[in-house]
RNA sequence: GGCCCCUUGGUCAAGCGGUUAAGACACCGGCCUUUCACGCCGGUAACAGGGGUUCGAGUCCCCUAGGGGUCACCA
């Protein structure tokens, strides 16, 4: 395939979402792998819901996600300008044809009229079309209204027969009907475009070859044909994605919880993660297999695996994956998007701190799912221990020799070096076995009292961590606290 | 409601006329073990329903049902 020019076309009205992202991925996947260009085309043709901050947040997700664009309002190129605001000019032009070659007209109906046409149909329980009572004023009468300042849209003359086929790569052929069409409007009465033009004037003009989007476009897909067609214009490729959905399967919305991007990096996923996670949503590669690198997508990806029926996306299957991904992360990194949140806890106050705080990375890395939970799991190592786990405290506070093996432990600690978490254990088997107790038997009472709870990382890392002075207080203050229960 | 798309376990998802219907997440056992996580082993769980076509249907066709999308001077 040669020439081959995707687009990613965002409306800037809200954030980057997964089912935006996705598609973003896949026309960069499509681009990448055929040696094509990506173009970003930020389409704020509504004014009014058009908000530059969105826009920003739109881009910034997307190279968050660490896919790249070749052209695109910041990235200029060939076809521009951009955004479709700046593209004004351009519409009007073929607006204009279209207005000369009778393919458009002029409506001069007021939204109240077209309101009480639709009750109207509402009433009568009949599909609403525009009636198209402008259809047949002449031109001359138009212009002269258009001119006596008259508010008007403009609608496309629509066809009133015959059946247009999309010819879906990943669908098939999909027919509908003409009949169910009606004139719809190209240009509002501000004389900005409506989405389907202004899509299809740009398409055409940024060269693009496939229009790889998702499915909720695809039923406006053949008035976009239609527009081609009325223009003399070629059709690109298109190519219909299925929606992501929420777990209770309707749409995206925000109170399906963390839905954009940025979200996402805000709640501690790694941008491989969630590549990851995405590419495999609505896409197989058909092998058995769930990690996969850029490059290895790259390599595979094609839009025949792309599916056609929805997918719900797993919020649990994206957290395995991103631990994944976290366990192999560099370490240096993670402490990079850790370090805000730990300098204002506290946790980076000195240079001992800082170590510390490199140690708990290392030892909780790899047992966490997502970044921010490494501070939470890890919150022990510098606060103070305000409460211990309850079943915990039964178990191991108190027994009846609770105390006596709490002592034990405490001299333990006082009598050892703490050189080595291999010392340290071996030190501890020792005592165990001189005590004829079980290991275990020392090691849960220490975990709980230098920890406050019963799952941690290995005990002897823990205690290295902590180090000397610091477990022997902890433990002190746990059998003071084991004496008043 | 009209039109369009879709329908394999709770979720993702292989399968493309003949399989004991993969695999992954989640879940449940077990092993490992100082707990947790990891890892390993094992298990529960699916072809929406009904008609055809065929020697044979998850795979092809039709109908029904369900889900989704769309029908804006939103994109």
Redesign the pocket.
């Known amino acids: 395939m040669d020439n081959i020019r995707v687009r990613f076309?965002?409306?800037p009205?809200g954030t980057l979402h997964i089912g935006g992202a996705r598609t973003a991925l896949f026309n960069w996947l499509f681009a990448r792998k055929y040696n094509g260009k990506l173009v970003l085309r930020v389409?704020?043709?509504?004014i009014?819901?058009?908000r530059e901050d969105s826009a920003r947040g739109i881009i910034e997700g997307l190279r968050w996600l660490g896919l790249d664009w070749d052209e695109g309002p910041d990235a200029g190129g060939d076809f521009g300008p951009y955004r479709?605001s700046e593209r004004i000019d351009i519409y009007s032009q073929y607006l204009k044809l279209l207005l000369e070659q009778d393919q458009a007209y002029y409506?001069f109906?007021?939204?109240e009229q077209?309101a009480a046409e639709?009750e109207a149909a509402r009433q009568s329980?009949s599909?609403?079309?525009?009636g198209g009572h402008c259809r047949h004023i002449s031109k001359n009468e138009a212009e002269e209204r258009i001119r006596s300042g008259e508010?008007?849209?403009v609608r496309f003359k629509a066809p009133t027969d015959g059946v247009v086929v999309v010819n879906d790569l990943i669908?098939?052929?999909?027919?509908?009907?003409n009949r169910?069409l009606?004139d719809?409007?190209l240009a509002?009465?501000?004389g900005?475009?409506?989405?389907?033009f202004?899509?299809v004037v740009d398409d055409h003009c940024m060269a693009i070859s496939h229009v790889i989007r998702a499915?909720?476009?695809?039923?406006?897909t053949p008035k976009q044909i239609l527009l081609y067609k009325a223009l003399g214009w070629g059709l690109p490729q298109f190519a219909?994605a299925?929606?992501i959905?929420a777990?209770?399967?309707?749409?995206l919305s925000k109170r399906h919880g963390a839905t954009s991007v940025q979200e996402f990096r805000d709640d501690g996923y790694l941008p491989e993660a969630l590549i990851n996670y995405l590419a495999?949503?609505?896409?197989?590669s058909?092998?058995?297999?769930?990690f996969w690198t850029r490059e290895e997508l790259l390599e595979r990806f094609s839009l025949?695996?792309i599916?056609?029926?929805?997918?719900?996306?797993?919020m649990?299957?994206?957290?395995?994956?991103n631990?994944?991904y976290l366990?192999q992360a560099d370490s240096e990194r993670i402490a990079a998007l850790l370090h805000e949140d730990a300098q204002r806890k506290g946790y980076l106050s000195n240079s001992r701190q800082q170590d510390k705080f490199l140690a708990v990375l290392e030892l909780l890395k790899?047992?966490?799912k997502t970044v921010p939970a490494i501070l939470e799991e890890g919150a022990y190592f510098f606060d103070p221990i305000t409460k211990f786990d309850e079943k915990g405290c039964r178990k191991y506070f108190g027994q009846e020799d609770s105390l006596k093996i709490m002592e034990e432990c405490l001299s333990l600690c006082q009598g050892s070096d703490f050189e080595s978490?291999e010392k340290l254990?071996q030190e501890l088997r020792q005592r165990a076995e001189d005590l004829k107790l079980?290991?275990?038997q020392l090691?849960?009472p220490i975990?709980l009292a230098i920890s406050g709870?019963?799952?941690?990382?290995?005990?002897?890392?823990v205690m290295m961590i902590l180090g000397k002075s610091e477990c022997i207080q902890r433990i002190s203050s746990a059998i003071l606290y084991a004496k008043s229960l």
């Open positions: 076309a965002p409306s009205t389409e704020d043709s509504d009014r819901r058009s479709q409506c109906c007021t939204a077209l639709k329980k599909d609403y079309k525009y508010a008007a849209v669908r098939g052929e999909v027919e509908f009907d169910l009606d719809f409007i509002k009465s501000d900005g475009p409506t989405y389907n202004a899509v499915e909720e476009h695809l039923s406006n219909h299925s929606m959905l777990p209770d399967r309707s749409k495999l949503l609505g896409w197989s058909k092998e058995d297999r769930d025949d695996g599916s056609r029926s929805p997918a719900i996306y797993d649990e299957k994206l957290s395995w994956m631990g994944h366990a790899p047992r966490v978490a254990e079980k290991a275990a090691i849960h975990r709870r019963t799952a941690t990382p290995g005990l002897f890392e």
